[in-house]
């Protein structure tokens, strides 16, 4: 097993170019500011919704991967397409390539010259620390036996396109869904792995710990950046510091194999360790999008970003449930919105669902 240049391009291609094209479409069409950390997050948790609604009823079904692969690959390029064709999504591109305050927050000419000078200081260290983790998150794997599930399950959904009907234990080929497999049927990321790995041609164990870890680690530092910004608006130095501070909590939180920490920073290739690291701070970014205007885009892309929680981890499923039903409580209560409170009730509907089928098989 080894990784050439060509997985490589592949690789970025899909993981970075692709969820950014995506993340433009969807902006657009829900009418949210673009830019590009946004794109690059929304599109990420769009591919991973679409991978959820489509893969569980295929797994239910005992459909084969190759059906999912040819789904999925025709939806993200449909995606990809209308946002190529239409007017607004086109004009997204060219914010994105134009917005050098985006992509570089330094370059600014409304501010004085010693302030620019800190603000350069403060956002080449904030982009070392994001440097740093996403290196460390490459040289320093981590292999344990939860290889055994995670890393097994997406090698053979990728080597027989059968979808978690494989004892992990045996290796032998299974007619119903037993033991684990039974969370994995609701939350099935290890579908999305090797889906990436068909894609790009990449053997699935070096996708989940040499190439995928980074890129999450990229989402993270794009997700600290946003919501960085509702706490100190277009400050660009406090913003950096934020975004440090951030990485050096998790750092130093490495002082169990049980905390949230120690999953973001050596077990990126697990869902749950992505829900965790990403997927509960994207959920913190949403809710803070739709406390500050309730319009019908926010909405639907905290349905989104429900979606995609369930994919990475059966506890996504849970958590997020609690997490939606919470925050509409407080919803309704600070904003008087009685309507969305009982809307965001609904969309709990999503992760009941779920965990009904999880009971149920």
């Not at 050439?4 to 479409?25: D, K």
């Not at 059968?162 to 290890?190: C, E, H, Q, Y």
């Not at 319009?295 to 990475?312: E, P, Q, R, S, T």
């Not at 981890?313 to 849970?318: A, L, T």
């Amino acid at each position: 097993m080894y990784i050439t240049f060509l997985n490589i391009i592949l690789s970025i291609l899909t993981l970075i170019v692709l969820p950014i094209c995506i993340g433009n479409t969807i902006c657009c069409i829900l009418k949210q500011d673009i830019s590009s950390a946004k794109c690059f997050i929304t599109g990420s948790i769009t591919m991973w919704a679409v991978c959820q609604l489509v893969a569980v009823p295929l797994i239910l079904l005992k459909q084969s991967f190759i059906l999912v692969v040819g789904i999925l690959s025709l939806v993200y390029a449909g995606l990809v397409i209308y946002g190529l064709c239409n007017k607004n999504s086109r004009n997204g591109y060219k914010k994105i390539l134009l917005n050098a305050r985006e992509i570089i927050p330094v370059v600014q000419n409304d501010v004085k010259k010693s302030e620019k000078i800190l603000n350069v200081i403060a956002f080449f260290i904030m982009c070392l620390a994001v440097v740093l983790i996403v290196f460390a998150s490459i040289f320093l794997q981590h292999t344990d036996a939860d290889d055994s599930r995670f890393v097994v399950n997406a090698v053979d959904i990728y080597r027989t396109n059968r979808m978690l009907l494989t004892d992990v234990n045996s290796g032998n080929a299974i007619s119903s869904f037993l033991g684990d497999l039974n969370k994995d049927v609701t939350s099935p990321w290890a579908v999305f792995t090797a889906y990436i790995s068909k894609i790009t041609g990449t053997y699935p164990s070096i996708m989940m710990h040499t190439i995928l870890p980074p890129v999450i680690m990229l989402i993270l530092g794009a997700v600290y950046w946003i919501l960085s910004e509702h706490f100190f608006g277009k400050d660009v130095f406090h913003r950096s510091m934020f975004v440090c501070f951030a990485i050096l909590l998790n750092i130093y939180g490495y002082y169990s194999v049980y905390t949230s920490e120690t999953f973001v920073l050596i077990r990126m290739w697990q869902g749950k360790a992505v829900l965790a690291g990403v997927g509960i701070p994207v959920m913190l970014w949403r809710f803070l999008e739709l406390y500050k205007d309730d319009k019908k885009g926010n909405y639907l892309l905290l349905l989104i970003a429900d979606f995609a929680m369930c994919l990475l981890s059966n506890m996504g499923i849970i958590l997020c449930g609690i997490m939606l039903g919470c925050y509409g409580f407080v919803y309704g209560i600070a904003r008087k919105n009685w309507k969305m409170m009982v809307l965001l009730w609904l969309m709990c509907v999503v992760n009941v669902i779920y965990i009904g089928i999880s009971y149920l098989m």
